[in-house]
Structures are given as structure tokens and as C-alpha cells.
């Protein structure tokens, strides 16, 4: 082998070490922006893309949830008056955690539940030892319907205005003082 090819070969090694380093400096830089901005207020996670934000429901039916009666997109564009939908699961942490908040929102808003990729005897567990907030409940053990709605996780929450828009959408759970400050201005926007 000459002392090009040699030369040759040791720089291909060289680059081929090299480039781990670089992806893991880019991944940490990266990383680092991201902190920063949670930090300052310039990145917030739960601030996520909602796309069906102003579309109306998707095509779906969501079969019972007990202790509560499962529903369907005809059922939300059929509404009067705005509802609130939400996505939980017996197994979410965050769920529980809104669960209290819930049950004080219900007395402002219709809550109907979607159980989330959930069994439903843990499903109704929860709602047992935590309380009931769902005028009706569904079944999404699949996370079929969910995909639909653009769901990433567990709570997410929509409201829906009569005749089945959504109008505001949420990734956080509602026990955040500032979700239920921009649930409540949407509401009184869909209640005019």
C-alpha cells in the first residue's frame, strides 16, 4: 500500500471517529437551547402544534367507558352548547393529578372522557377512588380515535363549540392555573 493510500486511510479513520463526537456536541448544544428557552419562558413543552384547532371533530365512536355511556362525532356536532373533551388514562400521573380540577370545572362545563389506551376496569378505578367529573365516557383502547384528534399524550383536553368545532386545545393538564386561564377565555368566547 502506498504512503497516499495510508494517508488516505488513516483520515477516512480519523473522520469516522470524529463523527459521533460532532452529533453528540450538535444533540447537546441543542439540548442546552432548549433549557434555556424553558428557562426564560421561550420554550414551553405543552405548547405543542394543534392542528385540529378550528376543524371540526373528527369521524369516530367511541364505545362505553363505565361507569359512563361511550359517544360519537354525530353526538358532538349535534350540541347546543360547548363541551369539554378529555383525554385521560388510570395509569397517566398527571391524570390524577387533575382530577380535582376537573371535578371543579365540571359545574362550568360539560366534561365528557375519553379512557385512553386503558383497561376499563382501571379506567373505572380511577373514576371510583377519584370521582366522576364525565357526563358520558368512552373507550379508546386502541388510541385509534386519538390519533385522529391529535393526541400526543395523556390529559389532553378540547373544547368544543356547538356544532362540533374545536375551538381551543390543550396538552397540559388543567390543574395548571394557566390552562384554566385560557380554557376560561375560550369558553366565554364560544358562550357569546
Given amino acids: 500500500m502506498s504512503d497516499e493510500q495510508q494517508r488516505t486511510n488513516v483520515t477516512?479513520?480519523?473522520?469516522m471517529m470524529g463523527l459521533p463526537l460532532v452529533g453528540a456536541g450538535v444533540c447537546g448544544v441543542a439540548f442546552w437551547k432548549m433549557l434555556s428557552g424553558m428557562q426564560t419562558g421561550a420554550f414551553n413543552p405543552h405548547d405543542i402544534n394543534a392542528p385540529v384547532t378550528g376543524r371540526p371533530?373528527?369521524?369516530f365512536t367511541l364505545v362505553d367507558q363505565p361507569p359512563g355511556t361511550g359517544f360519537?362525532?354525530?353526538d358532538l356536532r349535534a350540541l347546543k352548547s360547548p363541551v369539554l373533551i378529555n383525554f385521560f388514562a388510570s395509569w397517566c400521573i398527571p391524570c390524577i393529578a387533575e382530577m380535582q380540577a376537573l371535578l371543579d370545572l365540571q359545574k362550568q362545563?360539560?366534561?365528557?372522557?375519553?379512557?385512553y389506551k386503558d383497561k376499563p376496569e382501571n379506567a373505572a378505578g380511577l373514576l371510583k377512588h377519584a370521582g366522576n367529573p364525565y357526563a358520558r365516557i368512552g373507550?379508546?383502547?386502541?388510541?385509534?380515535?386519538?390519533?385522529?384528534?391529535?393526541v400526543s399524550g395523556v390529559p389532553e383536553?378540547?373544547?368544543?363549540?356547538?356544532?362540533?368545532m374545536i375551538v381551543w386545545?390543550?396538552?397540559?393538564?388543567?390543574?395548571?392555573?394557566d390552562v384554566r386561564t385560557s380554557l376560561n377565555a375560550a369558553l366565554a368566547k364560544v358562550a357569546r
Fill in 109 to 115: 362545563v360539560p366534561i365528557w372522557g375519553v379512557a
Fill in 72 to 74: 360519537a362525532a354525530a
Fill in 57 to 59: 371533530v373528527p369521524d
Fill in 169 to 177: 386545545h390543550s396538552a397540559a393538564g388543567l390543574d395548571n392555573e
Fill in 12 to 15: 477516512r479513520r480519523r473522520l
Fill in 157 to 164: 383536553s378540547f373544547l368544543i363549540a356547538p356544532g362540533g
Fill in 139 to 150: 373507550s379508546d383502547r386502541e388510541g385509534r380515535v386519538a390519533i385522529d384528534w391529535g
